[in-house]
């Protein structure tokens, strides 16, 4: 039994609280925050058995695993001090807010040989099993280009420290694409690449809708949008010689009931593929955990990311935030 403690009271802990309910081989004995009144509140909301400071949720012996869902400026500094503690690490995407924090992650954790994973919660889902099987088959031939688009109105319930919709949002397309040029081009392939960016940034200086071009060395073609200030609308495709991959339903919520791809050759009659599970992602990441954990292993197996795959992942955020104008202003409609 993994006995887990929750770090953060948001909207996404929520979630989290329910999924690790949901597996008998977890339990969420401890919540905690910064906000004594906060916590408490949420601790008796769902029957938590305590509700304690993250300094002493960090320290407790009884504790074996930490789940980490603060905004992306805060993962950092919980997630060393948990791995430090010897904890097994759950940590919210994205992995941390700037690349020299997200290095110093990395490394810190690779020294206490802790377990930890970046929660990039829908790449545990058993879709994505079946997707690996469709990219690494041979049926699309050449990768020659990959689109998505996120958008989700979520501007204000997000905290601005967090970085804005990359970080919240554009690191599920990004993700993605990373999974698809590593499975169909090899390992070295996503950080050969040169991009372009557009967008806007919000009154907090953060980007807030935007989008990318990105051209890999091997010639595949890239486009991915991400917005934080409307929507909900997703859409993913991939393209080969051979025909294309799309996403029918959301890529990065897969849902416990019908999940659903659509390969089409260009010559040839359309397949549905359907991924039916009693499950959501949030409860498979709870699992994924627990196998790792089990076996006492320090990071993921793909599908979900490994620490290098995290590092990649966040080395496209910070370059895609870089590349936006700091000047550009958001139309008004």
């Known amino acids: 039994m993994l006995r887990w403690a929750a770090i953060g009271t948001g909207f996404i802990t929520n979630t989290m609280v329910a999924a690790i309910e949901q597996s008998p081989g977890s339990r969420l004995d401890v919540v905690a925050g ?12 769902h029957g938590i058995d305590r509700a304690l400071s993250i300094e002493a949720a960090i320290s407790d012996p ?27 690490v759950l940590s919210e995407k994205s ?3 700037t690349m020299a924090t997200a290095r110093e992650l990395v490394d810190s954790v690779r020294l206490t040989n802790a377990f930890f994973v970046e929660g990039l919660m ?9 997707v690996l099987d469709v990219l690494s088959d041979g049926r699309l031939g050449e990768l020659r280009s990959v689109n998505g688009r996120y958008a989700a109105n979520i501007s204000n319930v997000v905290n601005a420290a967090g970085g804005g919709t990359l970080y919240n949002i554009g ?3 990004t993700s993605l694409l990373h999974l698809v040029v590593q499975t169909m081009c090899g390992p070295g392939a996503f950080g050969e690449r040169s991009a372009v960016a557009v967008g806007a940034r919000n009154g ?10 990105i051209r890999f ?16 609308s997703h859409a993913f495709t991939v393209t080969g010689n051979n025909g294309t991959l799309t996403f029918d339903t959301n890529p990065w919520l897969p849902v416990a009931g019908r999940n659903q791809l659509t390969w089409q050759p260009f010559d040839g009659v359309a397949e549905v593929i359907v991924v039916n599970n009693d499950h959501d992602a949030f409860f498979h990441q709870v699992q994924m955990v627990e196998r790792h954990v089990t076996a006492g292993h320090a990071e993921a197996a793909r599908p979900s990311p490994r620490l290098d795959d995290s590092l990649e992942i966040m080395q496209l955020l910070t370059d895609w935030e870089a590349a936006v104008p700091a000047r550009l202003r958001r139309p008004q409609f």
């Open 34 to 45: 910064r906000s004594t009144e906060r916590t408490e509140t949420f601790r008796a909301q």
């Open 62 to 88: 009884r504790i074996d695993a930490v789940y980490i869902g603060t905004p992306n400026h805060a993962h950092h500094e919980l997630a060393v001090a948990a791995a430090r503690a010897g904890k097994a």
């Open 95 to 97: 992995l941390t807010r």
């Open 122 to 130: 829908y790449l545990a889902h058993p879709l994505y099993e079946t």
């Open 171 to 173: 690191c599920y397309p």
């Open 204 to 213: 907090d200086g953060n980007v807030s809708d935007t989008a990318i071009s």
């Open 217 to 232: 060395d091997n010639g595949v073609l890239a486009s991915l949008q991400s917005t934080d200030e409307y929507g909900m």
